[in-house]
């Protein structure tokens, strides 16, 4: 157990759906990560809040929103997906942010496989 | 750009040392260099991180170049629960790194043979 949870583990759904992930991180850091891992592709930062403030999109497409109401919780909404954002999701947590010292501590990961 | 370069992959066999290595030419001397590993259907997990000295703890060893442009993973006693990919990612620090997308990179997939 590294102290940061995800839910749900594994989600299906249809391009027109709309869902959310969750993340929550139980260590006190004050920094959260989303992260994309597609197959056979470099795990990919997709954004980054720090005391609580996004200051990190990594060219993201708007269909991904995420909200991150504390420095505990951190959430993925997700909105008419396409097939190719079938992928890991992965959400970490330090310490701060963009000091060069921080160790990311890693959840599971969300399996999404969009229909 | 703040890179790292890594093997794609590496073997080695159950019981033997196995040193990984990681080129990070263009890091700054204040970023810590930190490595993690990605076992089967599972997140990251940090493994060890250093910034000038070399580094021992349970699970590994790391050794850091003089110049600080390459460190090198050391697993003393590689048993199959190491088969992983192994990662040294670049340091990031906003803003970020213009239009090249930030990841991870590539990571050294680590077989073990029995």
């Known amino acids: 157990e590294t102290g940061v949870t995800q839910t749900p583990r594994h989600l299906v759904m249809g391009m027109t759906n709309k869902k959310s992930l969750k993340c929550e991180q139980h260590?006190?850091?004050?920094?959260m990560y989303w992260y994309k891992q597609s197959a056979k592709k470099p795990l990919e930062l997709m954004f980054v809040y720090n005391f609580k403030e996004q200051t990190e999109n990594n060219s993201v497409p708007s269909r991904f929103s995420p909200e991150c109401p504390n420095s505990s919780h951190l959430f993925l909404h997700l909105h008419t997906l396409q097939p190719e954002d079938s992928a890991l999701y992965l959400c970490?947590?330090?310490?701060?942010w963009g000091s060069g010292r921080e160790t990311q501590y890693f959840g599971p990961g969300t399996r999404l496989l969009v229909l | 750009d703040a890179k790292t370069t890594q093997p794609n992959s590496m073997e080695s066999n159950e019981e033997e040392p196995v040193h990984l290595p990681c080129n990070h030419s263009t890091i700054s001397g204040t970023d810590y260099i930190h490595w993690y590993r990605q076992l089967p259907s599972q997140g990251p997990e940090y493994v060890i991180h250093?910034?000038?000295s070399n580094v021992n703890n349970r699970m590994a060893s790391l050794a850091i170049a003089e110049d600080r442009k390459s460190s090198t993973l050391i697993l003393h006693r590689a048993t199959l629960r190491d088969a992983a990919v192994y990662y040294c990612p670049p340091a990031r620090a906003p803003p970020s790194f213009g239009n090249e997308k930030l990841t991870f990179g590539t990571g050294t997939r680590l077989t073990i043979i029995p």
């Open positions: 250093g910034l000038t």
């Open positions: 260590l006190g850091h004050n920094a």
């Open positions: 970490a947590s330090s310490q701060d």
